[in-house]
């Protein structure tokens, strides 16, 4: 399957401090996905992308595609207690099973 | 309810001995996966299934082993060959199989060994 690097892998932020994670792929991706894990919990999904350049937003969430389909990016604005949690991207080159990154694990302090 | 359950929540396991891990979807889904998941790992596929009475290794299938019977259920058995089995398991499932099918995950399930 795809190898997918992913980081940081762990981030400390202030509350109200802006976080990103960065996925990135030595191959071109036919879509990436991103899933958000809280602590003692399960990895639910959050968005996929698909197009090159895509940007979806979700609140205070911004998602990145690469224009060339090779990475992506999570951004948070304004990082609150409740995003705390581990964020994995998952890419796949098409019609494959999905390769999950290591995650970003996010520590807010308030 | 729709969703997936897996049980037991915790598993203990002796040296030696196999187990399965329960997984059961209710979703109507087709294809199911089984990930394990070690600190600083994030997840890795160790088998995936995307129909009935059929099954693939994924990239850590050694010491596992799966079967896929019924739609709904996917049980996952750790052997006794599996020698460094202390991990928390998590099942998915999806629509169907392919890199664009969202993954819905279960609780998962903590196995340590004594």
């Known amino acids: 399957g795809q190898q997918v690097m992913q980081i940081p892998q762990y981030q400390h932020v202030q509350e109200g401090e802006d976080f990103t994670t960065y996925c990135n792929s030595s191959?071109?991706?036919?879509?990436i996905q991103w899933y958000k894990q809280r602590p003692g919990g399960h990895p639910v999904f959050l968005i996929q992308?698909?197009?090159?350049?895509e940007v979806k937003k979700q609140k205070r969430l911004t998602f990145q595609f690469g224009e060339a389909k090779k990475n992506s990016s999570l951004h948070i604005t304004a990082t609150q207690t409740t995003d705390v949690g581990t964020y994995f991207c998952a890419a796949s080159g098409g019609s494959y099973i999905p390769t999950f990154g290591r995650g970003t694990s996010l520590i807010v302090h308030p | 309810d729709g969703g997936i359950t897996q049980s037991p929540k915790y598993l203990f396991r002796k040296e030696g001995q196999n187990v399965t891990l329960s997984c059961e979807q209710n979703?109507?889904?087709?294809?199911m996966y089984w990930y394990r998941q070690d600190p600083g790992q994030g997840l890795r596929l160790i088998y995936y299934s995307q129909i009935v009475n059929d099954f693939q290794k994924g990239d850590i299938a050694e010491g596992y082993s799966v079967s896929r019977e019924k739609k709904e259920s996917f049980p996952l058995t750790v052997t006794s060959a599996q020698k460094n089995p202390t991990a928390f398991y998590l099942c998915?499932?999806?629509?169907?199989?392919?890199?664009?099918?969202?993954?819905?995950f279960g609780p998962g399930t903590r196995l340590l060994v004594l």
């Open positions: 992308l698909v197009k090159s350049g």
């Open positions: 191959t071109t991706l036919s879509n």
């Open positions: 998915a499932s999806s629509i169907g199989a392919g890199g664009r099918e969202t993954q819905y």
């Open positions: 979703l109507n889904h087709d294809a």
